[in-house]
């Protein structure tokens, strides 16, 4: 039997995201989104909007700029799967479950409100890059060195062709 689990989720942070560590040293950062569902009534015919509040994890560097860049309110992109705990509670022996996103990429939206700390420009993909920059790669070529990016322009300002790499800014959405 065939099966997907894939989940994306774009809404508000329902509070400060909490980063904490594992013992192997591991960044966990634990957030709630807030989810709007749209939708008109069709007694009134007026629109309303019902909440779904998501519990999301996210592991390591990725984590760890999440919480960085993000508080309360911020608007948050989250792409991940769904995951399913169980457990005994330690209290009363009852066994409890939980489902919950572990996400494997974020991006920031809403493009620089007072929300949080969002700047509209980082994502999760950019995470290493933040992390990284004290090994010499520079962020501003795409997490290449000067060299490396020159290298691999220079076929294409000879004639050979296009370099199979774009900067953020050549997106055209």
């Not at 007694?43 to 996210?58: K, L, M």
Request: proline content about 3%; hydrophobic content about 30%.
């Amino acid at each position: 039997m065939s099966s997907y689990n894939r989940v994306i989720l774009m809404g508000n942070l329902t509070r400060d995201p909490e980063l904490r560590y594992t013992q192997s040293n591991m960044a966990v950062c634990n957030i709630g989104l807030a989810v709007n569902r749209r939708f008109k009534d069709s007694q009134s015919g007026e629109w309303r909007d019902e909440p779904t509040f998501v519990d999301v994890t996210i592991f390591g560097r990725r984590g760890e700029a999440f919480e960085k860049y993000h508080r309360k309110g911020a608007s948050a992109f989250i792409e991940g799967s769904l995951r399913y705990d169980t457990w005994e509670d330690k209290n009363t022996g009852a066994k409890r479950s939980k489902l919950y996103v572990v996400a494997d990429n974020w991006e920031f939206v809403g493009g620089g409100r007072d929300t949080g700390r969002d700047t509209g420009r980082d994502t999760g993909r950019d995470a290493d890059r933040d992390a990284d920059r004290d090994t010499g790669r520079d962020a501003d070529r795409g997490g290449y060195s000067a060299d490396y990016a020159e290298e691999r322009a220079a076929p294409a300002a000879a004639g050979g062709g296009e370099p199979d790499f774009l900067d953020a800014e050549d997106t055209p959405f």
